[in-house]
Each structure stands twice: as structure tokens, then as C-alpha cells.
């Protein structure tokens, strides 16, 4: 169980401070799938890197009760859209270095998804595509071994196509116990792929729901989105018909 | 690749292109060990002190000492500063790496053994540096044979 318990993270400036993160409260358990929604800014990525410790924060998070750690670091694994591999490098060197690094690396997980994604395994990642690149990054998550893989907009670049394949593969391949946390915005698109949904808006948690409550209210993931957010429809037409009246006037 | 036998590669970065960092010190250390060539001048000279004619022969001056090794080498190690620098500059270079191109820093500081990213800053320059005193240690034990060989016995100090 992944545990955050009155989280804050305040970015320090000579101006001030921006606070990104602010009482966030949440428990993820085994084996779910967890969107992470919210605008930009929101506080998507601040909470990630939090967990992973890549920056200071106040308040606690917990693996299975204990702080996270060099003894339990590699029980999480992470993708994101700014890429964590090694550009020189090739599959094949990644997967050694990752055999090296992780003792719980997944040889026949890594053979299959190569092969599904038909990725040269013994050219220099620099050499990829995006697509190609992004579908290496979210794979190397998946194999590292881990039971919380975090997902920052890791499909950022890829076509439509290739994003369905990967949310199926995902669905297809993950074990029980595996864990998922993935911060995106193509909230339509994942909405059958996840099992519950985290909204953030200026760095709380704003709404928290299973997709299956959303299911038997008959709401889609996008309306909940929408309508935890305040989403003003009518913006846009208020705005033309302001610019309307103002040609007409001008 | 990376473990199965010796390569410089597990000394850096996963992907760094050490070639270039490599080149240069041994461009460096080159360039030092041909300035410290000027060693045999200042030797024969050291050396021709050591004499004077007698009735139109050399003979060996009475009692007299000849400049001790360590000071005609005095002066060598200015021409090692640039290696040093290089050595030590590369440290951060070598950290800055991890976010060029990609941010592999992600990758590295999950590791683990939290070690490997420190390692992997800093074994380069330390290898390098040991091979560089390891070649100049031979360099000078050579020059000290010479050292021995040109100035006779009773006049070393």
C-alpha cells in the first residue's frame, strides 16, 4: 500500500513561494489502476517526483508502512514523457544494466514487449522515433521488476493506434499485485483502462472515484473531470459573442 | 557489455563518451612527459659542473656533490596542472550529463545502490588520474636511472 499522508511541496523563489502540493491525502493498494488528472499545474508531476524523492516535501509517504527508501526504491518504478534512458545506449545495454541494477528485472516481459513493439534491440535509443522512444521508456518501467510503476504522460508523441495497443498490452500483461499510477491528460482515452480516478486543481485532491461508481452513475470519466473542476462550457461562446458585439459596435 | 570484461565504459556514465575526456589527458600527460625531456639537459649540465680540466683532462672537482634528483625534476609538475583541471572538471560534466538529452538522472537516482551515481561521476577521473601517476612514476624512475648512470657515485648527495 502506497500511502501519502498531508503532503506539501512549496517551490521556493527570490518572490516568494508557489505551493504545488497541498494536503494531499492517499492510499493506493495493490493491484489498481489509478489515473491522475488535472490541468497543467496542477500538480500532477510535483506529486510524482515527490514520491520517487527526487525533491523535498512535508508531511509522509509510505511504502507498506516504511519511508521510501534505498531498501525499497526498487519497488517503484517510473516513466515519463522527458525520458529516463540512456540516449547512447541500446535496448540491449539498458536490459543489462537494468539486470545489474534491479534483481527482480523481467527478461521474458522485456523479450515480448520488444517483439510486440518490433524495437530494434541493438541500436542507440538517440536513433528512435518518439513513438518509438516513449513505447522503450513505458517498457522499461514494466520490466524493471516493480510493484508501483508511475506513469508521467508517458504516451506524449505516440499515435492513437499505438496508445490503444500499449493500453491493452498493459491490461493484458500486468500481474495482480502490479501497481498503477498514471498522470495524463487524454482522459477519454484511458478511461477504460483505469480503475479509479484522482483529479488535482491547484495542487489538492479534488475528486477521488472508482470507475466503476462512475460507471453505475451512468457518468463518463470526462464529465466527472469536467464538472469537478467547473469546466464553464459557455466560456467559449461568451467570448465570441463578446467579440461579436464589439466588431458590430466597432 | 557492461560488466563481462574490462572496458573503460564502466568507469563513466552509462553512455558517455568517455574517447574525447580520454584523448585529451593523454594529450596532456603527453605533453608533460615531452617537456619533461628538458630532464637530460639540465642533467649533462649538472653533470658537466661536476668536472674540471687538469693539465687538458677531466677529472672530477674534490668533494664536490651533484644536484640532488629531486631538484632537477623541481619544477616538472607545473606542466601536470592542466591534466588535473581536466581531471576535475569533468566531475560535474560527467553529472551533466545525466540530463542531457534525456533525464536519465531519474533512472540513476532510483537506483538502489545510490552509490553507482557517484561512482559513475568520479571513478573516471580517479582511474585516469591513477594511470597518469602510475606513467609518470615509471617516466621518473627512468629518469632516475639515468640520474645514477651519468653522475658518478662519490658525488651523489
Known amino acids: 500500500m502506497l500511502e501519502i499522508r498531508a503532503l506539501e511541496k ?37 506529486l510524482l517526483s515527490s514520491i520517487l524523492g527526487f525533491q523535498s516535501y512535508k508531511g509522509s509517504i509510505l511504502l507498506d508502512g516504511e519511508p521510501i527508501s534505498r531498501k525499497n526504491i526498487s ?63 513505458v517498457i522499461m518501467a514494466l520490466c524493471q521488476g516493480a510493484d508501483y510503476i508511475l506513469m508521467d504522460e508517458p ?13 491493452k498490452v498493459l491490461l493484458g500483461i500486468l500481474e495482480p499485485e502490479e501497481t498503477i499510477l498514471l498522470s495524463t491528460h487524454l482522459i477519454g482515452e484511458v478511461e477504460h483502462f483505469v480503475s479509479r480516478a484522482v483529479l488535482l486543481k491547484k495542487g489538492q485532491i479534488v475528486g477521488d472515484i472508482s470507475t466503476l461508481v462512475l460507471e453505475e452513475q451512468n457518468r463518463s470519466l470526462l464529465d466527472f473531470v469536467k464538472e469537478t473542476c467547473g469546466y464553464q462550457p459557455n466560456r467559449v461562446a461568451h467570448t465570441l459573442t463578446a467579440l461579436e458585439d464589439e466588431k458590430r459596435n466597432g | 557489455m557492461l560488466k563481462k570484461h574490462f ?28 617537456l619533461s625531456l628538458r630532464f637530460f639537459t639540465d642533467l649533462f649540465a649538472a653533470a658537466e659542473k661536476l668536472y674540471e680540466t687538469v693539465l687538458g683532462r677531466r677529472v672530477l672537482k674534490a668533494g664536490v ?23 576535475f572538471t569533468a566531475i560535474p560534466w560527467r553529472y551533466f ?10 533512472l540513476m537516482r532510483r537506483l538502489p545502490r545510490h552509490s553507482i551515481l557517484f561512482k559513475s561521476c568520479t571513478q573516471g577521473s580517479v582511474l585516469l588520474a591513477g594511470t597518469s601517476v602510475a606513467l609518470l612514476t615509471i617516466l621518473y624512475l627512468l629518469y632516475y636511472g639515468f640520474y645514477r648512470l651519468v653522475i658518478p657515485a662519490e658525488c651523489l648527495p
Open chain 1, 10 to 46: 512549496i517551490y521556493r523563489s527570490s518572490i516568494g513561494g508557489t505551493r504545488a502540493l497541498q494536503n494531499v491525502d492517499l492510499s493506493i493498494g495493490p493491484g489498481e489502476i489509478v489515473g491522475l488528472f488535472g490541468e497543467n499545474g496542477a500538480g500532477k508531476s510535483t
Open chain 1, 75 to 137: 519497488r517503484l518504478s517510473f516513466a515519463t514523457c522527458e525520458h529516463s534512458f540512456f540516449a547512447n545506449l541500446t535496448p540491449e545495454s539498458h536490459r543489462e544494466f537494468y539486470r545489474m541494477q534491479f534483481g527482480s528485472f523481467r527478461e521474458k516481459r522485456f523479450e515480448a514487449l520488444m517483439n510486440f513493439f518490433e524495437l530494434p534491440v541493438n541500436k542507440p535509443l538517440k536513433s528512435f522515433s518518439i513513438g518509438q522512444k516513449n513505447q522503450f521508456e
Open chain 1, 155 to 167: 504516451f506524449a508523441g505516440n499515435d492513437i493506434f499505438n496508445r490503444e495497443d500499449f493500453y
Open chain 2, 7 to 34: 572496458s573503460m565504459a564502466m568507469y563513466f556514465p552509462p553512455g558517455y563518451e568517455y574517447e574525447k575526456e580520454k584523448n585529451a589527458a593523454l594529450l596532456l600527460l603527453g605533453i608533460g612527459a615531452g
Open chain 2, 65 to 87: 656533490q651533484a644536484v640532488p634528483f629531486a631538484q632537477l625534476v623541481q619544477g616538472h609538475w607545473v606542466f601536470y596542472i592542466p591534466l588535473l583541471f581536466l581531471l
Open chain 2, 97 to 106: 550529463y545525466y540530463y542531457h538529452a534525456t533525464k536519465s538522472i531519474y
